[in-house]
């Protein structure tokens, strides 16, 4: 069914692959959970557990780590428990292997990975899917092999359901490179035939291709979605990328725009990424600022 007007998923970011850390201990972070419940967030997604030589625990599978000094997965579980969000797990990206066309080193890093995760977190109530963590906009990188072994993994270990969320391959993001919306929808198309039963949930990032194509963007990954029975969701970008910088807190109205555009296909709307865009509890201040209109216009309404 399609959504309302409503964010009630967020990522947490805190690998800070290419935004900035805010340093927050878990003081911090149980307001912002707290938050979650006063409006309506009931679900939380690390983006990625592990990126490169960096990880939110002491992982023991993957070699050559920097040195890890807090378990962020366990504050980040206890807390969904506490809060009674649901959490989903992303996987490791070795940001190496698979750009290099070693698929099949990806998979073997991830299945001991996963294996150890479900070992520590299992037990959680709050455990209630993975994120496979390797994006794309295209049929490239082996996508298909990594989304199948490693989608096929994550399932042998504990059977919950399983996202995805990829990347138009947009000229707003990637200029000459980018795709015409049709030729991005047949990519899509092989890719979803072709990993059908390797994950469960499919949310498009939006901030790829420009404002006015969006909608159809929209309609047409429904309509693959309901021919693969993928159930879509949106991947709300709360951060501009129409500025020179990276990345700045998104401009409320494109935000609204975006939000609006997604509802009548998407059965979520999620973003990336709550902490550091949308918080009052954010190091931007005009973060605080896109929180008070989204409040305006979807909860104090």
């Keep these: 069914m ?12 805190e690998i800070t692959h290419d935004i900035p850390s805010q340093n927050w201990g878990k003081d911090d972070w149980r307001k912002e959970f707290e938050l ?7 679900t939380v997604i690390i983006i990625r557990a592990g990126y490169r030589n960096k990880c939110i625990f002491p ?5 050559g780590l920097l040195p890890i000094y807090e378990d962020l997965g366990e504050t980040f579980f206890s807390l969904a428990d506490e809060y009674n969000l649901n959490l989903y797990f992303g996987t490791y990206d070795s940001g190496h292997y698979w750009w290099r066309r070693t698929w099949w080193k990806e998979v073997e890093l991830n299945k001991a990975f996963i294996k150890e995760v479900v070992d520590r977190y299992g037990h959680h109530k709050s455990f209630a899917g993975w994120y496979l963590t390797h994006e794309t906009g295209k049929n490239d990188a082996h996508i298909i092999e990594l989304f199948n072994e490693i989608g096929g993994a994550c399932r042998e270990a504990k059977n919950v359901p399983i996202l995805i969320s990829p990347y138009p391959q947009g000229a707003k993001q990637l200029g000459e490179a980018g795709f015409t919306l049709d030729e991005s929808f047949d990519h899509w198309d092989r890719i979803f035939a072709a990993t059908k039963g390797s994950f469960d949930i499919c949310a498009f990032q939006d901030g790829q291709v420009h404002y006015e194509e969006l909608p159809h963007f929209v309609k047409g990954i429904g309509e693959l979605g309901e021919k693969y029975g993928v159930t879509i969701w949106s991947n709300l970008e709360t951060f501009d990328r129409d500025m020179p910088i990276k990345f700045p807190p998104a401009d409320w109205r494109y935000l609204r725009f975006k939000m609006e555009s997604a509802c009548p296909v998407a059965e979520k709307i999620i973003t990336f990424e709550f902490p550091h865009f949308m918080s009052p509890h954010s190091c931007y201040p005009a973060a605080h600022n896109l929180f008070k209109r989204y409040r305006e216009f979807c909860l104090d309404s």
């Design 36 to 42: 979650y419940n006063e409006i309506g967030i009931d």
């Design 2 to 13: 399609p959504c309302a007007p409503r964010i009630t998923g967020t990522f947490l970011d």
């Design 59 to 63: 992982a023991k599978t993957i070699p």
